[in-house]
Nanobody, 119 residues
Framework: QVQLVESGGGLVQAGGSLRLSCAAS????????MGWYRQVPGKQRELVAS???????RYVDSVKGRFTINKGNAKNTVALQMSSLRPEDTAVYYC?????????????WGQGTQVTVSP
């Protein structure tokens, strides 16, 4: 049973920083890609940042230059360093992982961690 566990959310003032971490357990394989999505009530979940097996990263335009996604030293771990946070970054952040196609599962999701940025 693959599980993604996130940590590091919380409350921070605008301009501050937070670091989110995600670790997968129960996975005998390496993921093709891992990433972070976020969602606010009434809106669709959006991709914030992702990193693939080759280290290629993608960011939504609104976080470019402020957020950095990195793989962790341990297999199937990923972190999101968030700096210069803005109130509009407030959301529930979800870790996402894409397994190899032979697994037969589209992707996996963490339970979400709340990030709140106060003005």
């Amino acid at each position: 049973q693959v599980q993604l566990v996130e940590s590091g959310g919380g409350l921070v003032q605008a301009g501050g920083s937070l670091r989110l971490s995600c670790a997968a357990s129960g996975s005998p394989f390496s993921f093709n890609a891992m990433g972070w999505y976020r969602q606010v009530p009434g809106k669709q979940r959006e991709l914030v940042a992702s990193i693939d097996g080759g280290g290629i990263t993608r960011y939504v335009d609104s976080v470019k230059g402020r957020f950095t996604i990195n793989k962790g030293n341990a297999k199937n771990t990923v972190a999101l360093q968030m700096s210069s946070l803005r109130p509009e970054d407030t959301a529930v952040y979800y870790c996402n992982a894409v397994p190899p196609s032979w697994v037969g599962v589209t992707d996996y999701w963490g339970q979400g961690t709340q990030v709140t940025v106060s003005p």
